[in-house]
């Protein structure tokens, strides 16, 4: 078994070698930086066999990669903060156009101020472009997923590109012992790509990105929006295929830890879901009963498994490391939205922290369970609360 | 004449008979399209010496080269003139439509 001492980045490039892509497009920006400077090191040594564009920006970069899907080929890039705004124009493009790209996005937080360290205001920026959305924990799993995603973005009946979110610094910046699997294992997993439809063909020629006005724009909409639901079988299989394959199962969409009889549920995101399973431990050694849930997927978002994880639980917490300027964050509303239609509707709470890359400690996600179980037995409590600040509101 | 047949179109009756993205077959003509013309150009085949410089500047792309002379194709043809505008031997003349 192969394995490295390598950071997020580079468990990112050592995934996308692995796929093979054909084309890489990129431009660096911090936290992603190295991930792109390893894939070019790596087409350099002749190890990874693709055409690396040095682009002038991060538009470019995607619409590159938009012109590569476009004839059939496999694509990658690479963004972060500004660079995944500034993109943003060719995002809703390549997700019209259905063409399977997959993009990494080294969550960072968005200026002014400015800040190069991670929250994630970028990707929930862009959570409406019609992107699928994963969020990933660790290292390891960002490589594995480098390997999914195309499988996944390029199956028949989904051919929606894929932005891959890792933490900035937290995971792009930390290194861990990462299990490189075999390029023969890979090569069975992953087939190559097989665009037909939407693909530019000398031989049988197709208008792309054509127009469609009032009278049929909507049916278009309807196809994306209807694809993008069934997606979630197609996320749940390749996982599951992942899992025999490679011995890693991530749950598709979500992962649940000690959730089965837990009262208080706190759903998390990306890397703080490990610190939260420590907590998590502590207090059920106190005999609390909670549990955490990674949502791994916002889009498609998880609608009927998720009333199913979180069954009886008289709270749930969400901890989102946004704000949507003059609501609440990102991942609160996209949750409460599901929890309304529950039976039993659990109350729900929101913790916002992480901003800029501010810490989320233990205790901060202690003090969360604390007062969403406060909550659970009717004492009341602030509904959207700030984890980790320096002074009074 | 070497162009797309004009092919009859027929609306999808469900989402999954709308194309996989925003795509189409190209070369798909579904009606001719020439009703705003009132000039039309007339190539003089004895004057002229396929020099293809009509060929070249049409906007359209209606003039077919791949006979012996030179073909318009009157369906797709808007009359700009721009043809008879370029030929350096005035061997295309624009001709009022009649009505």
């Known amino acids: 078994m192969n394995k490295k001492f390598i950071s997020g980045n580079d468990a990112v490039a050592e ?8 084309v890489i497009s990129a431009y660096p920006i911090t936290p992603q930086t190295i991930t792109v400077e390893r894939l070019s090191e790596m087409v350099e040594d002749g190890s ?4 690396y564009m040095h682009v002038e920006s991060e538009h470019t970069a995607l619409a590159a990669a938009i012109g590569v899907s476009s004839v059939g080929a496999r694509a990658f890039t690479a963004t972060s903060s500004q660079g995944l705004l500034y993109m943003a124009e060719n995002l809703p493009y390549a997700s019209g156009a259905r063409l399977p790209i997959v993009m990494m996005n080294a969550n960072r937080a968005i200026a002014t101020p400015w800040n190069i360290y991670g929250d994630q205001m970028d990707s929930m920026f862009l959570l ?5 959305q994963v969020y990933v924990e660790d290292a390891q799993e960002a490589l594995d997923m480098m390997i999914q995603a195309y499988k996944i973005a390029e199956h028949k009946n989904v051919m929606i590109p894929i932005m891959v979110n890792l933490d ?41 990105c054509i127009s469609a006005g009032n009278d049929f724009n909507f049916e278009f909409k309807i196809k994306q929006e209807r694809d993008l639901h069934s997606s979630i079988s197609i996320i749940e299989s390749v996982d599951n295929e992942f899992g025999d394959k490679f011995g890693r199962y991530y749950n598709g969409l979500m992962d649940t830890y000690r959730c089965e009889d837990a009262e208080a549920i706190l759903i998390t995101t990306g890397s703080v879901t490990g610190t939260a399973r420590i907590v998590v431990d502590q207090l ?72 800029g890359g501010r810490d989320i400690t233990k205790n901060n996600i202690k003090n969360a369970f604390e007062s969403m179980i406060k909550m659970s037995v009717g004492e009341e409590q602030e509904r959207i609360q700030y984890m980790n600040v320096r002074c009074e509101k | 004449m070497n162009r797309p047949k004009v092919k009859q179109w027929q609306e999808p009756k469900t ?37 293809l410089r009509c060929f ?37 003349e624009m001709e009022k439509e009649e009505k």
């Open chain 1, 15 to 22: 995934g996308v070698r692995l796929a093979r892509p054909h």
């Open chain 1, 48 to 51: 990874l066999k693709a055409e």
């Open chain 1, 128 to 132: 409406n472009s019609g992107w699928i």
């Open chain 1, 168 to 208: 900035g610094f937290v995971l792009t910046h930390t290194y861990e012992l990462v299990e490189i699997p075999s390029q023969v294992d890979v090569d069975e997993f992953l087939p190559p790509i097989n665009m037909t439809e939407q693909k530019m063909d000398l031989e049988n020629p197709k208008s792309l």
């Open chain 1, 284 to 355: 059920r050694k106190e005999g609390k009963k909670v549990g955490v849930l990674k949502l791994r997927y916002l889009r498609p978002f998880p609608i009927d498994r998720l009333k199913t994880e979180i069954g009886n639980a008289k709270v749930v917490g969400v901890i989102d490391k946004n704000i949507s300027f003059g609501y609440e964050g990102t991942v609160f509303t996209n949750v409460n939205s599901t929890l309304v239609n529950m039976q039993n509707s659990p109350k729900s709470m929101n913790f916002i922290g992480g901003l």
């Open chain 2, 15 to 51: 989402i999954d008979q709308y194309p996989m993205g925003s795509t189409c077959d190209s070369d798909h003509l579904v009606s001719i399209n020439a009703g705003w013309r009132t000039f039309k150009p007339v190539i003089d085949h004895d004057k002229c010496v396929m020099c």
């Open chain 2, 56 to 92: 070249l500047v049409c906007p359209d792309g209606v003039i077919d080269k791949s006979g012996d002379k030179l073909e318009i194709d009157y369906d797709y043809c808007k009359g700009c003139g721009i043809c008879a505008h370029e030929c350096k031997i005035k061997c295309i």
